[in-house]
Each structure stands twice: as structure tokens, then as C-alpha cells.
């Protein structure tokens, strides 16, 4: 078997070029390879193109790239994470490319096989779709995408051994394992190093022949950013339980769901062992249990895709984010249950982009809005100054059309029936007066 040289995480920020095309693994700062970046912002390379779902935190991982200037280019789904990267587009100091979170995942899945794009239903009908190519498949407009190749990729497994075989822990797979097989050159940073022969060969997530060189590097809590301890930041009030609760009667037993941030979250406060549901994270994760008690964060637990600390549930599995993605685009969610800015007569949805701000966040949205198995959407059912989020038309950036099954929001429930919007239910506390004064879409009553 071959050995893979072991080198510095200094060598390894060596071997990166003026102008290169950077892949940096990690969702957050969970699986990041935050001692190989960090290597490389003491360098004066510069000119470089980073691709990752964020530019990691604050003064963390590539977003120390980008506060030193190191960054002419940023690709990735969720920038809105770091403030310091929206400040930088905002003001002309980067480049930016904005991909859905699960198209992202796939390019980098597809570049690395050699695939030179693909064919996807995400993000047809929006703004990020305006200028790209697309085909009517099967009677659905899909989007293609060119697939994505690095330079280098800096990826984080837990263990390799000397042979280049990596296995990664928990929901730290995410972008890597794509990312390991995308670049002409990938170094890996890693926990352990052990001997050839010691890591058990049914349980190696990425072959050696994939990887170049390793770096060894203890992960501390305080390389982990927010996802080092817990830190719940749900916003309860009666509304909104009620919202949740409402949500979560519209689930059945064994039903796969993928729940937003926002209102979506309380619904996992409802869920019981007894009902069967299994919760999907799109970052890598089936089987999402509650928050865990001891208020440890991600050295010792999973983290979601709010990157808060979780724990896994019996039966629990981890796979990367293409793979997750794959469950969404492929009808294997049963439920996703997603926050909403409007929704309208037809079905559309946007909740991705808010007035007068740049469009730095899609995340996984569009993915999961196009491919659950359902769709129920909650909101309030206006803004701070009254204005319906029911209309006739989105005017917001669209999120996916014709996409939504049923809608909460505070004061009533509606579904699409014969693709109507359809008024079925009132909200504790409301009237239908109070409805049909704060709706601007048009809409059939059917209240049983």
C-alpha cells in the first residue's frame, strides 16, 4: 500500500498558489479544517477563489482568508453566516457566487467524478437560475450545472490512517467527503494518524487514493465557533406554539421530516419516541434527537443544520451532504417544514431573500422546497406593518413555484385543493373576519 507523506499544516499552506481555487470542507465550523486555513492566512498568497457552503465565522476558518484580503472570489450557499462576508460583498470587497446548498453539494460530488455538470429541478423559476441553461425533463423545468473542481482542496476527517484512508465522525462528513475527491491536490487534516491495517476497511469513508497529504491536528472547543456548546436561541410565544403544534398534527407515524429554523424547530418539541418520526438534518444526519442536557457542544455531539449540538436517537445514521441532498432531490423526505416571508394563489414561495438585504443565504432551501414529499410552510400571517404575507403574487425572490401543500400561519390554516388556495381551518383566537381583512390573496372557504 502506499504511504502518504505527513506534513505541517505550514508546508500544506505552502503547496497553495497565487490565484488558486480553494475547496475548504466543513458546514460551519463543525468538520472544518480550521488549522490548515489558518495556516494559510499567515501566508501572503492572495487572489484566491473559496469554495465552501460558508466562509466559515469571524476571524475563523476561511473567513480569516477573507478579513485579511486573501479572498478575490467566494462560491457557497450560506454566507449570511458570517457577518464579516456579507459586509464584504455588500461593499464590493469580494466576488460572490450564491448556489443552493444541495446543487452546490452535487457539483462538487460531480467534478470530482469527472461529470462535467448535471441536470437539477433546484432552483428552476428563481434568481439564481435567470441566466442559466434549462430543459424541460420528464415535464419538469430542470437547471443545469457545470460541475466543480479545485486546485486544493483542505478537507477534516477524525482518523487516518498511513495509507491516506480517512473516516470522519458525526455530521463532520458534510462537504468533505466530496470535497476529497474534487481537487488535484487534497490535504487532509485530521485528528489521529494510525497505521495502515488499524482502521477497519468496512468503515473508511474515503479511500486513500484520493488524499495527498495528511496533516495531524487536535481539535480543541475553541476551533468549533458557535457550535461548541448550546445555545438555544428558540423564540416561544403562544402564537407560535400554536403554530408548531398545528404543524405537528399535520405529521404521521414514520414520516421522514426535515424541519427549517424558525417556528419549524418548536415542532421537534412534540415529537415523542412513540410517534415514529424520523428528523432529517441536510448536513448529513437521520435520526435527530433533542438538544443535548449537558450543554456540551459539537466536540462530543452531531450538530444540525443550525449548527446547534444535538444528539442522535437508536437507529441514528450519518452520510455527507450530497448524499443528504440525494434524499431530498429524490422523494426520500417525507416532510419538510420551512418558514415562510410570502406565499401566494399558485403555491410559490419565498423565504429566502429579505427586502433591501443582498442575496447571500439560500442554504438548502430551494432544494428542500422542490423536493420534499410535502410542504407545509408556517409564518406569521403579516408583517410589522400589517402588509399580508398571503398574496396574490410573490414579490419577493422566489423561493420554488407551485411548491406548497399547506400553509400556518397565526390565524389560519390553508391548503391547496385542486390547486386552490383554500382556507380550512382558523387559528385559536381568530375570526374569519380577521382573515379575509389580512389576506390579499383570494381564497376558498371550506372551514368544516
Request: proline fraction near 4%; include cysteine.
Amino acid at each position: 500500500m502506499k504511504k502518504v507523506p505527513v506534513i505541517t499544516a505550514e508546508k500544506a499552506a505552502s503547496l497553495v498558489k497565487d490565484g488558486d481555487v480553494i475547496l475548504g470542507g466543513g458546514f460551519g465550523m463543525t468538520g472544518n479544517p480550521v488549522h490548515l486555513l489558518h495556516a494559510l492566512a499567515e501566508t501572503n498568497t492572495k487572489n484566491l477563489t473559496f469554495i465552501g457552503n460558508n466562509v466559515g465565522e469571524p476571524g475563523m476558518g476561511g473567513g480569516r482568508l477573507l478579513n485579511n484580503g486573501q479572498l478575490k472570489k467566494m462560491i457557497g450557499s450560506f454566507f449570511t453566516s458570517n457577518p464579516d462576508a456579507v459586509k464584504a460583498a455588500q461593499m464590493g470587497d469580494v466576488d460572490y457566487e450564491l448556489l443552493p446548498q444541495g446543487t452546490l453539494a452535487e457539483a462538487i460530488r460531480a467534478g470530482g467524478a469527472g461529470i462535467g455538470g448535471f441536470y437539477t429541478p433546484t432552483s428552476a423559476g428563481t434568481v439564481i437560475a435567470k441566466d442559466l441553461e434549462t430543459k424541460i425533463i420528464d415535464g419538469t423545468e430542470q437547471v443545469f450545472i457545470k460541475g466543480i473542481r479545485g486546485n486544493v482542496a483542505f478537507i477534516r476527517a477524525w482518523k487516518a490512517d498511513t495509507s491516506g484512508n480517512l473516516q470522519y465522525r458525526m455530521t463532520e462528513q458534510n462537504f468533505n467527503r466530496a470535497m476529497a475527491t474534487a481537487a488535484d491536490l487534497v490535504v487532509a487534516e485530521v485528528q489521529e494518524i494510525v497505521a495502515a491495517g488499524e482502521l477497519d476497511p468496512n468503515e473508511i469513508h474515503t479511500p486513500g487514493c484520493f488524499v495527498d497529504y495528511i496533516v495531524e491536528k487536535k481539535l480543541s472547543e475553541a476551533d468549533l465557533g458557535s457550535s461548541a456548546s448550546v445555545g438555544s436561541s428558540k423564540k416561544v410565544d403562544e402564537k407560535r406554539i400554536n403554530m408548531a403544534k398545528r404543524a405537528f398534527s399535520e405529521l404521521q407515524k414514520g414520516d421522514v421530516v426535515n424541519l427549517g429554523i424558525g417556528i419549524p424547530t418548536l415542532v421537534a418539541d412534540y415529537i415523542k419516541p412513540e410517534d415514529g418520526i424520523i428528523l432529517h438534518t441536510e448536513n448529513g444526519m437521520l435520526g435527530v434527537g433533542p438538544e443535548p442536557k449537558d450543554g456540551r457542544g459539537a466536540m462530543f455531539y452531531p450538530v444540525n443544520a443550525g449548527k446547534v449540538p444535538v444528539t442522535a436517537v437508536q437507529g441514528s445514521s450519518y452520510f455527507d451532504s450530497a448524499d443528504s441532498f440525494a434524499m431530498i432531490r429524490g422523494k426520500h423526505i417525507d416532510v419538510a417544514i420551512m418558514g415562510g416571508l410570502q406565499i401566494d394563489e399558485k403555491g410559490d414561495l419565498a423565504n429566502w431573500a429579505v427586502p433591501g438585504k443582498p442575496l447571500l443565504g439560500v442554504g438548502g432551501a430551494m432544494d428542500l422546497a422542490s423536493g420534499a414529499k410535502r410542504l407545509i410552510v408556517t409564518l406569521s400571517h403579516t408583517d410589522r406593518r400589517g402588509n399580508s404575507k398571503v398574496v396574490p403574487e410573490c414579490t419577493l425572490p422566489l423561493t420554488a413555484s407551485n411548491c406548497i401543500d399547506t400553509c400556518i400561519t397565526d390565524l389560519a390554516v390553508f391548503k391547496y385543493i385542486d390547486n386552490q388556495l383554500t382556507l380550512v381551518e382558523l387559528m385559536p383566537g381568530s375570526s374569519l373576519q380577521e382573515v379575509r381583512d389580512n389576506t390579499a390573496a383570494k381564497f376558498i372557504e371550506q372551514i368544516k
